[in-house]
């Protein structure tokens, strides 16, 4: 049995689902990061999953205990967690103070206390921090407290709620360093909430993707952002390209699907007449002035409709029959001279191409 | 102005244990309610029940209750008739405080109600998400409202010292024994000393003012903290296994 098992867990407030049948698990020293949208519920799942709220129906095992049933094992159950929240929280206590509150409440020894705040300390990279007042640190700080105060009672199972949110860039980038370092090292069990797909790309084993309160689908990085399971969690992670189309024949192992009259190959052992969403990541779609002469069997003409620079990256809008978008580099965008209204080439191999079945 | 002036710094005896008095009945009224109100109102916080809402509108509806109305409802329980009659607290100081204390009782409780939703949740809920038992979650509340919490007891202290309704009515206000000061402002007032009735009055002002200042300083210079006063208030007991 895994270490955390969600079994057909809903929560409703007003009348109003916010989390419906959810089921997931995870794995002892696994990290599992559920992503999606803001307002799907990912933080009512990790609160209840920390016990902070009560579900309206379904079950939660923690090391095959069930949490939900019981106060008595709640209680017990809770002190083997630790939650880090989204908005940084912190007492009105210096830092130290702040991370040993958690060990204090377990009645360590002081010398206990002391070593192991100080260590958890280094680990976060706040060693100098000791006795500063919490609350006049900045965000970024604050959560490396959070964390530091949640990592400091050796939890087995450590709950994020999206801790990088509201952080900038540089803040995020040293939390992450933290996490991948608990990560890698203490083997603790993670499950965390993100809305930055890439975070959980980085960080995670296992990616469980929740858009309006349901669980749409759970695999690794990999299978998630190249393989989404339907068109809302193919439009959460990026997959900009949903064509909608039917499959026309099998051909020498390729599937050949009509999409707006024109004709893609891809591989899928869907069957002709089923209606397909033709799932294209920008990033596979290959952008030239001539046609390609490479392996890619899908190379189509189109109509540059749109170009916008990105920093280092530039997105190509393509009427192609249907529209396409493409990546690149901004200075290959340059290079090429791209302007709106130019003809131009797209390709895209066949085995770049995701595909699932529509409901008409 | 002058004989107000002569008239203050020259109070007799009878002042001075009128002030003493006044000081005591409200600083013992103000612990009674303290001890009582604090459990209770972390209770009606921190607990979801029916009637949650309609509980603290009553008690805030309380605030202004007139201290003569308190002086009759206690009047009538300690009158022989009544419930507590029997106790023979009855133009006693023990009539006063226990007075006081059903006066101050709801502006305490709905402070600290108040107090404590002051206090953000996800404050308390960190606390429990880290282990915390339930008191040592309320004591992290406390701990973060403190200062909401110093005014309160200021505010109960203050109303329990300047009220004259319950002392006149179930104190009999006997010199030497339920004589506050604001009895003896009365009194004074309708014997016509007008000056020294003044005079009692910026005595207890004073007194006021002093005790306020104090425990200001004392909050913003943090001995409060070293004092560990909260501890001693509310002492951290075993919590629970698991």
Not at chain 1, 103 to 109: A, E, F, G, P, V
Not at chain 2, 85 to 109: D, H, K, T, Y
């Amino acid at each position: 049995m895994a270490f955390l098992q969600i079994s057909n867990l809903s929560k409703t407030y007003d009348r109003r689902s916010v989390l419906s049948g959810v089921n997931l698990s995870v794995d002892k020293g696994e990290t599992c990061a559920v992503i999606g949208p803001t307002g799907a519920g990912k933080t009512t799942l990790i609160r209840l999953i920390d016990l902070l709220d009560t579900p309206s129906s379904g079950r939660i095992l923690f090391d095959s205990i069930d949490v939900t049933a019981s106060g008595r094992a709640g209680n017990s159950a809770r002190r083997r967690m630790a939650l880090v929240q989204q908005k940084p929280v912190v007492f009105k206590m210096n830092v130290f103070g702040n991370i040993a509150c958690g060990l204090k409440w377990r009645h360590q020894r002081k010398d206990v206390i002391w070593s192991k705040v100080n260590d958890v300390l280094e680990i976060v990279g706040m060693g100098d921090y000791r006795e500063r007042d919490a609350r006049t640190l900045s965000g970024g700080e604050m959560q490396r407290v959070a964390i530091a105060r949640a990592l400091v009672i050796e939890p087995e199972l450590l709950l994020l709620d999206e801790p990088t949110a509201n952080l900038d860039p540089v803040s995020v980038s040293k939390i992450e360093e933290v996490l991948a370092h608990i990560i890698k090292e203490r083997k603790t069990t993670i499950l965390m909430s993100t809305h930055d797909m890439s975070q959980g790309q980085r960080l995670a084993d296992k990616v469980g993707v929740l858009v309006n309160g349901e669980l749409l689908q759970v695999g690794s990085p990999n299978e998630i952002f190249c393989a989404p399971a339907n068109r809302k969690v193919a439009e959460f992670v990026g997959v900009e390209n949903i064509l909608a189309g039917k499959v026309l024949r099998q051909e020498s192992g390729l599937a050949i699907i009509d999409v707006k009259g024109r004709e893609i190959q891809a591989v899928t052992e869907l069957q002709p007449g089923e209606d397909v969403y033709v799932m294209i990541r920008p990033e596979e779609i290959t952008l030239a002035r001539d046609r390609d002469t490479s392996s890619a069997r899908n190379v189509f003409e189109g109509r540059i409709n749109k170009v916008v620079l990105l920093g280092p990256l530039a997105r190509v809008e393509v009427d192609c029959g249907f529209p396409l978008l493409g990546v690149l580099t901004s200075a290959s965008a340059q290079e090429l001279k791209l302007t709106i209204g130019k003809p131009i080439y797209l390709s895209f191999k066949a085995t770049a191409i995701h595909i699932v079945k529509r409901q008409a | 102005m002058d004989s107000i002036w002569n008239q203050l710094v020259s109070l007799d005896s009878d002042t001075w244990s009128a002030a003493g008095r006044s000081l005591w009945f409200a600083a013992t009224s103000c612990a009674i309610s303290i001890i009582i109100c604090f459990p209770l109102g972390s209770l009606i916080h921190f607990r979801q029940f029916r009637g949650k809402g309609l509980l603290v509108s009553v008690l805030q509806s309380l605030y202004c209750m007139p201290t003569v109305l308190v002086g009759l409802l206690v009047f009538s329980m300690l009158s022989r008739a009544g419930p507590m009659g029997e106790l023979g607290w009855l133009f006693s100081p023990n009539a006063i405080i226990f007075g006081q204390a059903v006066l101050i009782s709801p502006i305490m409780m709905g402070l600290v109600i108040s107090a404590y939703s002051g206090v953000d949740k996800s404050i308390t809920e960190t606390a429990v998400s880290l282990g915390a038992s339930k008191l040592q979650m309320v004591i992290v509340a406390v701990r973060e409202a403190k200062y909401a919490m110093l005014t309160l007891v200021i505010i109960g202290f203050s109303r329990a010292i300047s009220e004259l309704g319950i002392s006149m009515m179930v104190g009999g206000n006997i010199n030497f024994y339920t004589r506050t000061l604001t009895t003896a402002i009365s009194l004074e007032t309708q014997k016509g000393n007008i000056e020294k009735a003044w005079a009692m009055g910026i005595l207890l002002l004073l007194i006021a003012l002093v005790i306020n200042i104090t425990i200001y300083s004392l909050q913003k210079s943090g001995r409060l903290k070293r004092l560990n006063l909260f501890r001693r208030i509310l002492p951290v007991t075993q919590s629970r296994s698991g």
